[in-house]
């Protein structure tokens, strides 16, 4: 047990719809990442937040947003669902935006149908 | 940009013969390396990390993984392979100082132990 916890585990929807993702970090941890894993383009960096602030981006679509809250839990926010974004969505968490160390929670499995 | 590649989608070993999984990044910059682990519907596991210490780098369960600067290679490898060492197993690279972006993954390898 990492110590991150992710909810739901499991979120069938349908397309057009709007999902969120909940996140919560490790005690401690300040920083939060979010990553998708999908047959298709495997495991991708979506975006970073170190404490309540978005640090960095990587492949996240415009539909997708992203925000911590000053308890330091996070949310993925994903809309207007496409069949493609049936994925993983992995949260991980670290001390600080300098640790080098990403422990991960146990992901949610989106499936778009 | 930062890549990895790891040769190999598929490694399949007997019980009790060597594991090699093979690892290969680009970083321009001194990188930070690791090896995950994922088993079957979990999160990844942090198997070790390379960070500019030590070039051998021993991790859990055994595994361990050399920085070789040369080749541009953190390739992983058990003495002795396990049943319960059938799962899927990711490299990933980060700049050094690492947090301030994501890792970026292998497509990763699933690794077969045969009895």
């Known amino acids: 047990d990492s110590g991150v916890t992710q909810t739901p585990k499991h979120l069938i929807t349908a397309t057009g719809q709007r999902v969120t993702l909940r996140c919560s970090p490790r005690s401690g941890d300040l920083s939060v990442y979010w990553y998708q894993q999908s047959l298709d383009q495997g495991l991708q960096f979506l975006i970073q937040?170190?404490?309540?602030?978005?640090?960095a981006k990587g492949n996240i679509l415009e539909r997708f947003s992203a925000q911590q809250f000053p308890d330091l839990h996070s949310e993925l926010n994903l809309s207007s669902l496409e069949l493609g974004d049936s994925a993983l969505y992995f949260c991980a968490s670290s001390v600080t935006s300098l640790e080098d160390t990403q422990y991960f929670g146990p992901g949610t499995r989106l499936t778009v149908l | 940009a930062q890549s990895v590649t790891q040769l190999g989608s598929h490694v399949s070993v007997s019980e009790g013969a060597l594991v090699l999984l093979r690892c290969n990044y680009s970083?321009?910059?001194?990188?930070?390396l690791f090896w995950y682990v994922q088993y079957p519907n979990q999160g990844l596991q942090l198997l070790l990390k390379y960070t500019s210490a030590a070039t051998l780098v021993k991790g859990i369960n055994g595994f361990e993984a050399e920085f070789k600067k040369s080749e541009t290679s953190f390739h992983l490898t058990k003495p002795s392979a396990h049943m319960s060492d059938a799962a899927e197993y990711f490299c990933?690279?980060?700049?050094?100082?690492?947090?301030?972006?994501?890792?970026?993954f292998g497509k990763g390898t699933h690794l077969i132990i045969q009895p």
């Open positions: 970083s321009s910059v001194p990188p930070y």
């Open positions: 937040y170190y404490n309540g602030e978005e640090r």
């Open positions: 990933a690279v980060s700049d050094a100082g690492g947090g301030a972006d994501g890792l970026t």
